[in-house]
């Protein structure tokens, strides 16, 4: 994905912002659920393409990327075609290969409608397996962590799916 790279000292994140396409729509006439992390994803690329900025194609990467290994979707408010939406980015976590980052999806008019929390492992797409993150990447972590370490940590992260009634 090309285009402007972000701003990685902002608190949270700006990580993608956009309109609803017909194309995410279900028969009820708002987004499909699994589009919920079509939207997500817009900005997963656009925060990883800036922890490598200025190497911001994958051509140009030696084949050093991601592979998302776990997502945990809240759905809180429907999105319907046409819509605005902005989504916010905030780094929970980090390691040597692994990061936690947490979306929030909000509607034109400010109400959050989804969270995303998602669990990101480095990934050598040569040899198919783990890797740690390329040095460039590592440092732009350890800085984006400390950008958002003033930041209250969402409600909605670190929860599975259950049954029972939460706290």
């Known amino acids: 994905m090309d285009g402007p ?14 309109e609803v396409i017909p194309d995410w729509l279900d028969e009820f006439g708002h987004v499909n659920i699994a589009h919920y992390l079509t939207i997500c994803d817009q900005a997963n690329w656009a925060v990883w393409n800036a922890l ?6 994958m051509e140009d990467r030696g084949g050093q990327e991601y592979v998302i290994v776990e997502n945990h979707v809240c759905y809180l408010d429907e999105l319907r075609g046409g819509e605005r939406v902005t989504v916010t980015t905030q780094l929970l976590a980090h390691d040597a290969k692994r990061m936690i980052l947490f979306h929030e999806v909000w509607t034109g008019a400010g109400a959050r409608a989804a969270t995303n929390e998602a669990k990101f492992l480095a990934f050598d797409l040569e040899a198919r397996r783990a890797a740690t993150w390329r040095p460039r990447v590592a440092a732009a972590l350890d ?9 209250p940590r969402p409600a909605e992260a670190g929860r599975g799916v259950a049954l029972s009634r939460r706290r």
């Open 5 to 18: 790279v972000m701003d990685l000292s902002s608190a949270p994140l700006t990580g993608w912002t956009g």
């Open 52 to 57: 490598n900025a200025p190497e911001t194609r």
């Open 143 to 151: 800085s984006l962590a400390a950008a958002h370490a003033g930041l």
